[in-house]
């Protein structure tokens, strides 16, 4: 008996590898770590404003959620160039109607704080909107999905988005902690590539002469594990930092 490829990403280190496959499926198209890091990174974004609006910082985490976790992967699924990242457990009209409902949650919720408090975030909301199809959908020939629009578009523009929400305005401290936020995404996706490729092509069950792919896939494992945990745990401690700052303040 020979084991096979598997050659979706249901055998990727953040989907569950037991459970019935609709649910694993689901599960790994939220890309659950890789959404942290962007929730994160709004939070970092508003973490470094002078004054904190808590209810900003959860519309923001909301709103990244649904355009990102669930939009912008839903429509990842659907694929392009004959593609299917999943597979095909979900129709492409399901994928559709679940992208479509969240992006409309999103950016309702958005157009609120935009309208009463921040219309500065209209760039940021048209920008994000712009790469959500022209990234997953590999509009333009597949010019803007590339790693450097990446970094740009789930990296360095969900800090801004942050700040922006608490501020309404820009500052060379958000714009440093962007950039540097945006390069750790580029190591993330940079070590997510090659990692997808070989967990795709190495069999289910490890076998004769296949032990240094493995020890490689292993290694990018580690980084990608690594890094999501790093900013998830950035983004925590900055906002327990603030919270408790708050709460210890003298009246």
């Known amino acids: 008996m020979t084991s096979e490829a598997i050659t979706d990403r249901r055998n990727e280190w953040f989907v569950p590898s037991r459970g019935p496959l609709n649910v694993r499926v689901l599960i790994g198209l939220l890309f659950l770590p890789y959404t942290g890091m962007v929730l ?3 939070i970092i974004g508003a973490m470094l404003a002078e004054r904190i609006y808590w209810d900003r910082v959860g519309a923001m985490t909301a709103i990244y959620f649904l355009e990102l976790g669930i939009g912008a992967h839903a429509l990842d699924a659907v694929g392009s160039k004959n ?38 975030l209209t760039l940021i909301a048209l920008a ?18 590339t790693d450097a629009w990446f970094a740009v578009s789930w990296g360095g523009l969900p800090v801004l988005a942050g700040y922006i929400l608490q501020t309404n305005r820009l500052s060379l401290t958000a714009l440093v902690v962007a950039i540097s936020m945006g390069l750790l995404s580029l190591v993330e996706i940079k070590a997510s590539r090659p990692y997808k490729a070989l967990r795709r092509r190495l069999p289910t069950t490890k076998t004769e002469g296949d032990g240094e792919q493995r020890e490689m896939l292993q290694r990018y494992e580690v980084i990608l594990k690594s890094i999501s945990a790093a900013v998830l745990l950035l983004g ?16």
Do not use: Q
Request: net charge negative.
């Open 40 to 42: 994160a990174y709004t």
């Open 236 to 251: 925590i401690g900055l906002l327990m930092w603030r919270i408790t700052s708050s709460v210890c303040s003298p009246s």
């Open 128 to 145: 994000e909107g712009f790469f959500l199809f022209a990234y997953n959908l590999e509009w333009f020939g597949g010019r803007f999905h």
């Open 83 to 120: 593609v299917k990242p999943w597979g095909t457990v979900f129709s492409d009209e399901s994928l559709w109607g679940l992208a479509l409902f969240s992006i409309t949650i999103a950016y309702s919720i958005g157009i609120y704080y935009t309208v009463l408090y921040t219309p500065l």
